[in-house]
């Protein structure tokens, strides 16, 4: 039976692809060359704005940037910037493209099918909202990727993990009490059949899922190294996986050029993850100095979340779970502070979960880094920042390419921006009204620029 679904999901996607191609959007077909004239440049690294400047982009590159005229030849489609921002497109370090904008009651019940049309629905909502790229952090996604890298609809950029890949028992084991006990050779759960997630308990068995993944076309591999909030089943501080296992996955990883990262809140199981080679730690509300430093010292990456308070938290139907985001909440400030003082190497990222209105915060999130930012340094984190950190995909890097930077020879995404964001980083809250341009690899999504 599962045979027949894929093969009858192949055939309606083979048939949306022939569509598509066969009638391109108007959106994904982009001129010959672009030319930004008469704008002020942020550069993705650079704490102020450029001088008017003109930016030429040809098939998905920015060619040219240049103070002097740029000739507009035939075939060169002309935007008049009239001082506004040209900025690179945002880049969210941890989104769940599967899992975002779903209630987390359908994601076990209703039809896959189903389920995909809804993530599908929301990549688009994503890049409508100027992000332009994400590191997807866990969930079925390759089909969407694919979909989104061939045309068939519009999208960000995606750098898939795949299934997350978790202990028994452990943040990512979402079996349903029926599905228990697992049995050697036994049948996959829901959640495993599905993609979401992957059990393993040796690491052998670590080393099988993490290869899974690379095999489907994960870009880096993710891991479950701590408790979570929206698990019910293990307690926040608890520390997930042993040394080794974590080892097993960082070495199939690197067989691939790549890495990990991992989930984890707490010093203990941060410290094990860096012990086993870890490069990224996701989340690490609840940690303490020394670890902290101990992230400086290594270059590991910190993948930080502005969680304050419920406006913009996943929505939790279970009391524990809500104790626990509590907690969460009450690290944050803690936790910025910490990688400020050190200068560790951070992240931005949302990790909306399970509701529309939470994932349509987006910008909204980034825009409470002011509390410990200037709003140059949030923008750098979410555009030139987030770019070095998606280059540690190295050999399987799915974008090869510079993204998140205004340079000529990087990657042509790009927002056009009605107002200075370096001195009001509110206007990335309402996209809608302040975004005016959106480009990916090289093709305008959005042209709201009055006519």
């Given at each position: ?19 598509c ?9 982009p001129?010959s ?7 002020r ?48 497109g ?7 493209a ?15 099918a189903?389920?995909h ?11 409508m ?8 952090l ?36 979402f ?5 228990l ?19 393993a ?9 993490a ?17 979570g ?8 501080e608890?520390?997930?996986?042993t ?26 199981a ?29 270059g ?40 400020r003082?050190y200068r ?7 990790d ?23 709003p140059?340094?949030?923008l ?36 056009l ?20 341009i959106?480009?990916?690899?090289g093709?305008i ?7």
């Open positions: 039976m599962r045979g027949l679904r894929s093969g009858l999901l192949a055939a309606l996607l083979l048939g949306l692809c022939q569509t191609h066969a009638q391109p959007s108007p959106a994904a077909s001129a060359a672009i030319l930004f004239q008469n704008v440049i942020f550069d993705g690294r650079s704490p102020t704005l450029s001088p008017p400047f003109n930016v030429l982009v040809r098939g998905n590159v920015i060619e040219r940037i240049s103070a002097g005229a740029i000739p507009a030849d035939a075939g060169i489609q002309v935007i008049a910037g009239d001082g506004r921002v040209l900025m690179p945002l880049i969210d370090a941890h989104w769940h599967f899992m975002a904008a779903t209630p987390q009651p359908l994601l076990a019940t209703a039809d896959p189903y389920l049309l809804l993530a599908a629905r929301q990549a688009e909502a994503t890049l909202r100027g992000f332009t790229t994400v590191r997807d866990g969930g079925p996604v390759f089909g969407l990727k694919r979909a989104i890298d061939e045309g068939v609809m519009p999208g960000p950029r995606i750098y898939p993990s795949g299934a997350f890949i978790s202990q028994t028992s452990g943040h990512g084991d079996r349903f009490s029926f599905e006990p697992r049995l050697p050779g036994g049948p996959l759960s829901h959640s495993e059949v599905e993609g979401v997630a992957a059990i308990d040796s690491p052998d068995e670590v080393r099988l899922r290869r899974e993944q690379l095999r489907l076309g994960a870009s880096q591999i993710k891991l479950m190294a701590g408790g909030v929206a698990s019910p089943h293990n307690p926040i608890s520390t997930q996986f040394e080794a296992e974590i080892r097993a996955a960082v070495e199939a990883a690197e067989n691939w050029g790549t890495y990990v990262t991992v989930h984890a809140y707490t010093p203990r941060i410290r094990q993850a860096i012990a086993a080679g870890v490069k990224v730690i996701e989340h690490g509300h609840l940690i303490d100095e020394p670890t902290a430093k101990l992230l400086a010292d290594r590991i990456w910190w993948s930080l979340q502005p969680f304050l308070d419920d406006e913009d938290a996943s929505p939790l139907v279970d009391p524990v779970s809500r104790a626990k985001a509590q907690a969460v909440f009450a690290g944050t400030d803690h936790a910025y502070k910490l990688a003082t560790v190497k951070t992240a931005f990222g949302t909306a979960l399970f509701d529309a209105r939470v994932a349509g915060r987006q910008g909204a999130q980034l825009a409470k880094l002011v509390r410990w930012y200037t140059a340094e949030a750098r984190m979410a555009t030139g920042d987030n770019g070095e950190l998606l280059r540690l995909s190295g050999l399987i890097n799915p974008y090869p390419g510079r993204l998140g930077v205004v340079e000529e020879g990087a990657l042509a995404d790009l927002l921006v009605d107002g200075n964001p370096l001195e009001n980083l509110k206007l990335i809250e309402d996209p809608g009204k302040n975004v005016l959106i480009m990916k690899d093709r999504y959005k042209n709201a620029l009055p006519r």
